[in-house]
């Protein structure tokens, strides 16, 4: 999403010189979250899944907690926590809504929500926060993951194997995700980040499908 003169930045990033504007939806969902799991809930909720995951773009954290009907694998109860930004607040507030509209989610179409999916019902987020947007997806597909862990269906898991590309500078895929999301859009910007390419030039090509694959993903 892109500042016009017209709009007021919301926030100015000093070091950064960019000024970032968030719309009215993302802004309601960050001051008023929904399906938050506030400290007096905990040890309250039933839940049969539980997810987590941590940041490698910024550090921060999300927990999400689910409860699954096993007869028809709606999700009948969502709720999270974060150590996390505006960003990841207001679209981790907007997943859970998602998750629980129309009587609940199916646990195959929730596998199926793209970060884009919850910005396009935000209305969008500002470009260096739409790694914010992913923390939330990433806890809801662990925590189904652990569902499927604690109802015995091991073949469902899902796991997100790593894989070496730049295999003398040790560089990954998911090397080469966290630098797209944190706003490497071409090949130049890429190797600046993480260096791939740098130790075995024959890994260019697939540094490069790799680059267009998450831009996609991502950024439409
Ligand atoms: S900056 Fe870390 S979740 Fe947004």
Redesign the pocket.
């Known amino acids: 999403m892109k500042n016009t003169k017209r709009q007021k930045s919301d926030v100015v990033s000093r070091d950064k010189k960019e000024n970032w504007v968030y719309t009215e939806r993302v802004k309601d969902h960050f001051f008023n979250p929904r399906n938050f799991l506030t400290t007096d809930m905990e040890g309250k909720m039933k839940y049969n899944a539980l997810g987590m995951v941590g ?1 490698a ?2 550090g ?1 954290m999300m927990k999400i907690w689910l409860l699954i009907d096993e007869k028809t694998e709606r999700i009948k109860d969502a709720k999270w926590q974060t150590f ?2 505006a ?2 607040i207001a679209s981790t507030s907007m997943l859970s809504v998602m998750l629980l509209e129309n009587g609940g989610m199916k646990i195959e179409d929730a596998l199926k929500i793209k970060p884009q999916d919850i910005m396009e019902r935000l209305g969008g987020l500002p470009n260096r ?1 739409i ?2 947007s992913v ?1 939330g997806d990433k806890a809801l597909q662990s925590a189904i993951n652990d569902y499927f862990r604690r109802t015995g269906q091991n073949d469902r898991i899902r796991v997100e194997g790593k894989k070496v590309i730049d295999k003398v500078l040790n560089v990954t895929d998911h090397d080469i995700e966290e630098a797209v999301l944190e706003g490497a859009h071409t090949f130049e910007e890429l190797q600046k980040k993480t260096k791939v390419g740098t130790g075995d030039p024959t890994c260019i090509p697939e540094a490069e499908q790799l680059l267009r694959f998450y831009k996609e993903k991502y950024f439409g």
């Open positions: 940041s773009a910024c921060d996390g930004c960003s990841a926060k790694h914010c923390l």
